[in-house]
Nanobody, 115 residues
Framework: QVQLVESGGGLVQPGGSLRLSCAANGSISRFYVMSWYRQAPGKEREWVAGITSGGITPYLDSVKGRFTVSRDNAKNTVFLQMNSLRSDDTAVYYC?????????WGQGTQVTVSS
């Protein structure tokens, strides 16, 4: 049973930073990609960024240059460093891990960007 636990969300002012973590209950090297998604109120869930087992890191255009995804295999954790946060980044952020046959989700962590 794969379990993913996100943490690090909170309330931050525009222009501020947050670092989200996604901890797995086992080796993350079994996943060919781990991704971050977000869902704002009244909107569909959207993909934000990912990191493949080979270290490729694609990003949603609106977060390029502001967000950085990374992984620590020793800690079985993926991170999303978010800088220069804007009000439209407000959402619940979810971690997803994919194998060739399955996708697993965390419970989400709330990020609110407001003055």
């Amino acid at each position: 049973q794969v379990q993913l636990v996100e943490s690090g969300g909170g309330l931050v002012q525009p222009g501020g930073s947050l670092r989200l973590s996604c901890a797995a209950n086992g080796s993350i090297s079994r996943f060919y990609v781990m991704s971050w998604y977000r869902q704002a109120p009244g909107k569909e869930r959207e993909w934000v960024a990912g990191i493949t087992s080979g270290g490729i890191t694609p990003y949603l255009d609106s977060v390029k240059g502001r967000f950085t995804v990374s992984r620590d295999n020793a800690k079985n954790t993926v991170f999303l460093q978010m800088n220069s946060l804007r009000s439209d980044d407000t959402a619940v952020y979810y971690c997803q891990a994919r194998t060739m046959t399955d996708a697993y989700w965390g419970q989400g962590t709330q990020v609110t960007v407001s003055s």
